[in-house]
């Protein structure tokens, strides 16, 4: 009787899909995660030898008021909308798809989608204040 339950267990656990990882999560595992880390927080295997530390990603708007800067992230990863560009080059993930983005200054910009997933995911991982 034991065996059954245990049966009926694993045969549940089958049947349960993978959940999805969230839009912009394989983006930042693929491009991010060696110097910023898997938490996010500038720890990541590469950090140590860079000449400025990566950024804490989780703490973005604890330091933007509680507002988590889309335009400053996007700048900083993209060289968006035409800033100086600062994060390594992210290829052909930031050349596909284009979707439109209305910025805090209400103006509507074409973007790559790819980097309008990213920012969405960093934005998830917000937490409290600095």
């Given at each position: 009787?034991?065996?059954?339950g245990?049966?009926a267990?694993?045969?549940?656990?089958?049947?349960?899909?993978d959940?999805?990882?969230?839009?912009?999560?394989?983006?930042?595992?693929?491009y991010?995660?060696?110097?910023h880390?898997?938490?996010?927080?500038?720890?990541?295997?590469l950090?140590?030898?860079?000449?400025?530390?990566?950024a804490?990603?989780?703490?973005?708007?604890?330091?933007?008021?509680?507002?988590?800067?889309y335009?400053?992230?996007?700048a900083?990863?993209?060289?968006?909308?035409?800033?100086?560009?600062?994060?390594?080059?992210?290829?052909?993930?930031?050349?596909?798809?284009k979707?439109?983005?209305?910025?805090?200054?209400d103006?509507?910009l074409?973007?790559?989608?790819?980097?309008?997933?990213?920012?969405?995911?960093?934005?998830?991982?917000?937490?409290?204040?600095?």
């Open positions: 009787m034991r065996y059954t245990f049966l267990v694993l045969a549940l656990a089958g049947c349960v899909a959940k999805p990882s969230p839009p912009g999560q394989d983006i930042y595992m693929s991010c995660v060696v110097c880390g898997r938490s996010a927080e500038g720890d990541g295997p950090a140590a030898d860079l000449p400025v530390p990566p804490d990603l989780t703490r973005l708007a604890a330091r933007n008021g509680g507002v988590f800067p335009s400053d992230v996007m900083q990863v993209h060289g968006y909308p035409g800033r100086f560009h600062v994060m390594p080059e992210f290829g052909p993930v930031l050349e596909g798809p979707a439109m983005w209305r910025d805090e200054t103006a509507v074409e973007t790559p989608r790819a980097l309008l997933e990213l920012a969405r995911y960093l934005e998830t991982l917000q937490r409290g204040a600095p």
